[in-house]
């Protein structure tokens, strides 16, 4: 794989996906259908969807691709592939909170080495370097030319006084009994692959997730935490999070800074 060009694709391709995304966001009235699932889809997650998975077809056609719009793609089998989710957190799009991300990722034998999260509603954008280290990139946000970028890393925690962060839309009790183990200074939520990123930043030290989510979630801020030098383990037994299982189905999970001694589940 030529990672230069990886990431020039995958950055382009988030932000023009972006711009279909904040131009229905702006609208008065948007179409809010329901998935088999039950799980929301707007004309948003569906626009993002097709330039993405267009985008990454015309540039590596060799390459398996899943992408959580088109269910067809939910069958294919392989440990190296790339992933999308193009409009992460569709209920905080929906509810107009801002807290979505587009999410694209290159898992290789199992494990996400290059990705970018684009948070348009925000103006932030996390990606991978062609070397695999992670970085933000402030500015215009031009497509065909990257912007000032700061190197990203975890947080040094102290185990006495963490920041957590959690979820905005499936916190429970579980979770809250969780965190409950661990000495808290503060607590943040944020919606979709966020939690990722604030890990991958050092403003927060750990996210645990007990609660179903898919391969096409987590692979793109798996990355980032990944080349931030952060860690993403099962929630179970600690053993890393792996991708192209079976069904792209997740167990649950804690991402977290290394630094932070994990409590057993």
Avoid at 59 to 84: C, N, R, W, Y
Avoid at 130 to 139: I, P, Y
Wanted: glycine content about 8%; charged content about 25%; some cysteine.
């Amino acid at each position: 794989m030529d990672y230069e060009n990886l990431v020039t694709v995958m950055r382009k391709l988030s932000l023009q996906a972006g711009d279909k995304i904040m131009e229905i966001y702006g609208r008065d009235d948007f179409d809010v259908k329901s998935k088999s699932d039950d799980s929301p889809v707007t004309a948003a997650d569906e626009a993002a969807d097709a330039i993405i998975s267009a985008g990454l077809r015309a540039a590596f056609p060799d390459v398996m691709l899943v992408t959580e719009e088109q269910s067809a793609t939910h069958d294919a089998k392989g440990d190296t592939f790339l992933i999308v989710d193009p409009l992460d957190g569709t209920k905080e799009f929906i509810h107009r909170r801002g807290d979505f991300t587009v999410n694209i990722a290159l898992v290789e034998n199992g494990k996400p080495t290059r990705g970018v999260v684009y948070a348009p509603a925000k103006s932030r954008m996390f990606f991978t370097l062609a070397d695999g280290k992670s970085v933000e990139e402030t500015g215009d946000f031009h497509k065909d030319q990257v912007g000032t970028v700061t190197p990203i890393s975890v947080s040094d925690a102290d185990n006495s006084a963490l920041m957590v962060v959690a979820s905005k839309s499936h916190r429970d009790q579980a979770t809250d009994d969780y965190i409950g183990k661990y000495a808290v200074r503060d607590m943040t939520s944020a919606g979709s692959s966020l939690k990722f990123c604030l890990i991958a930043t050092g403003e927060a030290d750990v996210y645990p997730r007990l609660g179903r989510t898919m391969e096409w979630d987590t692979a793109a801020g798996h990355a980032v935490l990944l080349g931030a030098g952060g860690d993403v383990v099962r929630f179970d037994d600690h053993t890393p999070l792996t991708y192209g299982k079976a069904d792209f189905a997740n167990p649950f999970f804690i991402a977290h800074s290394p630094s932070v001694a994990l409590k057993p589940a």
